[in-house]
């Protein structure tokens, strides 16, 4: 895309979409450091992602003072304007994602006060597949790459297969467990947020596909399925 | 089979455009300004012509009401109806196409007459009142529309010319509006305007919009977003895209739509 006359604007945009790339990153690590500390049932690593998203908030107010000036200041129309938007509502997403991430933290503390019960080994899948799409989404926003987007977007449908095999398999060790049923309780949460996770960053890909091409992504997604219909119904 | 009747669209109904251009190129000498512009223009609407300075924005507007005529070395091609009737046709008074499509320019120009005369002139020309009571009953009317009556309306005998700018601009859509135009031609009316004379025509804009069509020509993409419904993005002579005025700033299907109205190279 060219340059804007106004170079001071085109600072304030790319000033915009770095704070929103450094939460994506954020986001990313605490989920990964979340993880860790569960896996190894490490209080010191779960309080660090506790205190940890005091940043993501931060970073999500500092996104929204600059989107505030860049609309006082440019009145920003057309891919400017899907621009700032998009930044706003993603930074509001990331923001989520780091909830997500503190409160598998959380958990992991109480898991480690109750008697420490081993992580199922499909969290540890969950959490790989839900980083993924953080990443890849993340890096479409940098790339402006609609197609990866939609990419990421597709994938949700796995994660959610995941979920309920997850959910399937913790089950299945509270009856087996019963006296687990405590810490197991938690990580049935843990892959719930894992799934939430996932969500967030299919709603990342909508932002990021809008912002790239100016259409809805479930718009560009619809006339496929519709065209399908009629034609059944006609013939 | 498919239930059809559920299906129609109010958006896509087919309306008649109150003017069209078709296919409209314009010379001057060997300057062609306007090159092959089509574009409809509906009542109830109001198309914002936009794009950068000599782009022939204020040429091709120019030609819905024959202004051009009175350019010794302008010369107009194509195809434009009022009402389906062309205009260029010989047949055609052009005072009284005139009087059906008005216009405002840029710089407020009233008459160095009484504010009262410079809306009377133009009824009076066009025989639209018989008495003196009809010409009050318009003066009034008029400036009513134009949201100026309560400022003026004790001093109608005070030269036009001592109001303030945008009262001036005001003044002059009263003028254009007492002849009953059915369209409305406006050519940057608010460029000389502080904001608030700029709100007040803007949403006389918004007023009048339901009894005319109304074409204005503005350099302010705000003034653009804000009062028009359809969009026009005219460069060098070209009309390169054409729609609603919410999907041209919100998501323009050009790169050269994009360029210009957030301000970037092109
Ligand atoms: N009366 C005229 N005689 C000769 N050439 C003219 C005349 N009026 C306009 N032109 C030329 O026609 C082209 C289009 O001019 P026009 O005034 O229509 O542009 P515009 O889009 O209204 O620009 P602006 O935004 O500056 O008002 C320009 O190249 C201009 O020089
Ligand atoms: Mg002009």
Known sequence: MNDHIVKAYDNELKDLR????????????????????????????????????????????????????????RAPVADDLREVVAALKMTGI???????????????????????????????QMADEARRMIQDVMDAYVHRD???????????????????????????????????????????????????????????????????????????????RDFTSTELVEE | ???????????????????????????????????????????????????????????FLRCLNRMNDTVATCRVEGNITLDGDDIYDPKIDVVQLRARVGMVFQKPNPFPKSIYDNIAYG???????????????IVATSLEKAGLWNEVK????????????????????????AVNPEVILMDEPCSALD????????????????RYAIIIVTHSMQQAARISQKTAFFHMGDLVEHGDTTQIFTAPKEERTRDYITGRFG
Request: net charge negative.
């Open chain 2, 154 to 177: 004790d001093r109608l005998d005070s030269p036009g010319t001592a109001l303030s700018g945008g009262q001036q601009q005001r003044l002059c859509i009263a003028r254009a509006i």
């Open chain 1, 94 to 124: 990331i923001e989520r994602i780091g909830d997500y991430a503190k409160n598998i933290a959380k958990r992991t503390l109480a898991v480690h006060e109750a008697a420490p019960v081993v992580m199922p080994l499909l969290l540890e």
């Open chain 2, 1 to 59: 089979m498919l239930d059809m009747s559920t299906k129609v669209d109010p958006m896509t109904e087919i309306r008649t455009p109150k003017m069209a251009a078709k296919d409209v190129n314009v010379f001057y000498g060997d300057n062609h300004a306007v090159k092959g512009i089509s574009l409809d223009l509906y009542r109830d609407e109001v198309t914002a012509l936009i794009g950068p300075s000599g782009c022939g924005k204020s040429t």
């Open chain 1, 18 to 73: 770095s704070i929103v790339s450094r939460m994506g990153g954020l986001a990313e690590e605490q989920l990964v450091a979340a993880m860790k500390a569960l896996k190894e049932l490490d209080a010191d690593g779960a309080w660090h992602v506790r205190s940890s998203d005091r940043a993501l908030d931060q970073l999500e107010l500092e996104a929204e003072r600059a989107a505030i000036v860049v609309f006082a200041r």
């Open chain 1, 146 to 224: 609609a197609d990866s987007a939609m990419e990421v977007w597709e994938r949700d449908e796995a994660l959610d297969n995941l979920h309920n095999a997850a959910y399937r398999q913790i089950l299945a060790r509270m009856m087996e467990n019963p006296n687990q049923i405590g810490a197991l309780t938690h990580f049935l949460m843990i892959a719930k947020n894992l799934e939430r996770i996932g969500d967030q960053a299919t709603n990342i890909a909508e932002q990021v596909y809008y912002t790239i091409t100016g259409i809805m992504l479930e718009d560009a997604r619809r006339p496929k």
């Open chain 2, 195 to 210: 904001p608030i004379a700029t709100a007040k025509v803007e949403a006389l804009i918004d007023e009048l919009k339901g």
């Open chain 2, 123 to 137: 009824p009076r020309i066009h025989g639209l009142a018989r008495e003196r009571a009809d010409l009050d009953e």
